[in-house]
């Protein structure tokens, strides 16, 4: 269950000859799914389904405007008839909780894992196909086969990636697990640098994992992706509403249920708010380009485009009342908008640490690590960030909101306050986030 960037020649993928391939029926399974899964089977319903050996397994893609759900009738046909079902719950889930539009993060091969471990946390390993990915379980030993063909650090990725799974629990988040794998050092490593320098991080490495395929997750624009959000929340619904009016959910657990729910919940996600206010704050760079008409001076002049980019100050509450849970929950929201914008984190409790400043640009992220263990005072950092007003276009203050009135502003400031915390009255008009642990996989 990686994506393509992770395939190995050591694990390959399962593939039945061409016979078996040839005489396997989808819709055999999709008529089974409708007697038996009412809910995936109404989902899948608005799914378009492309038989192709373009990839090795299958994996679900919105794309031209449509959902569709691409898959290898070699692989299928290798599988059992509860894996196959299984496969498809397991594409299902990917749509149902968003995982391939609005919640998808960066590094995507991290992503992929994290996305996997939480599905596959609701889906009986009987139904999984071999090697895919399951919170609190080790990979299999690798064969002696297998370890002639694999380097000594191909090895040690595997055995790294292999116990860290094994250490996770089931049932958590797409995010949690992602915030895990990314937080520490040595797994990140294992999923996302090159070996030997070939490919992106992964490739050729033997990491096992591949039961779908996630490739081109990446590659939709914004809009497509607020297109496929549409139809597929839509879609999911529409499957709830007749699952709950006929009392038919199949094997869907009651946990699952509510899970579901709040994916589609119509409540405004705090993600969305944070990343309305990076946007607000980004400034305008306007520069020269031979590439483009100068309008007022064609061919005498050149023209000029212009770039948005911003820097926010990030100021992190170091009373204890802000968990390392949380801090990795807000990094790895930030960590989706910091393509344009650069995030420099502090810590504070009645002053700010300067001697934590940390620049945080594309592709990199704070450790979540404390230097002070003081009381809470707002002023300090608001002080600090109207100081460094020529720094910085905005600055979030993130806390669980109990200490006293700042006072006003000379800089853009925004407020991240963690779960369990309380949004106070002088926060006023000011942008306000109320952090929620995601508990949908």
Known sequence: MADKGTTTDIAPVNHADEVAAKNFDLDKFLVKLQLEEPFFCKVLRKVTKVRTEAIPTAGVLAKDGDIKLWWNPRFLASLTPKQVLGLLKHECYHLVFEHTTTRRHDPHVVWNYGADLAINSLIPEVELPEGGLIPGKAFEALTEEQLTKMTEEQVNRFNVLSAKIASFPKGEAGEWYFARLMEDEET????????????????????????????????????????????????????????????????????????????????????????????????????????????????????????YTSSIAVYIDQSGSVSNDELSLLFGELRNLAKNTEFVTYHFDTEVDESSETVWRSGKTPETHRTRCGGTCFKAPTVHANKNKHRFDGYLILTDGYASDPGHSRLKRGWVVTTDGAIADFMGSEVKVKMRERKAA
């Open 188 to 307: 990140k490593d294992a999923l996302t640098k090159p070996v030997n320098g070939d490919g992106e991080g992964g490739q050729g490495s033997g990491l096992p994992g591949e039961m779908d395929d996630h490739e081109g997750w990446g590659e939709m624009t914004d809009e497509e992706r607020e297109i496929a959000k549409g139809k597929i929340r839509q879609a999911v619904e529409e499957a709830v509403k007749e699952c709950d009016k006929k009392g038919q959910w199949g094997t869907v657990s009651s946990e699952t249920r509510g899970k579901i729910r709040e994916a589609i919940s119509r409540e405004i996600p705090w993600e969305m708010i944070l990343k309305q206010f990076v946007g607000m704050t980004r400034r305008s760079n306007r520069t020269t380009s031979r590439m483009r008409l100068n309008k007022k001076y064609p061919g005498i002049h050149s023209g000029h485009k212009r770039g």
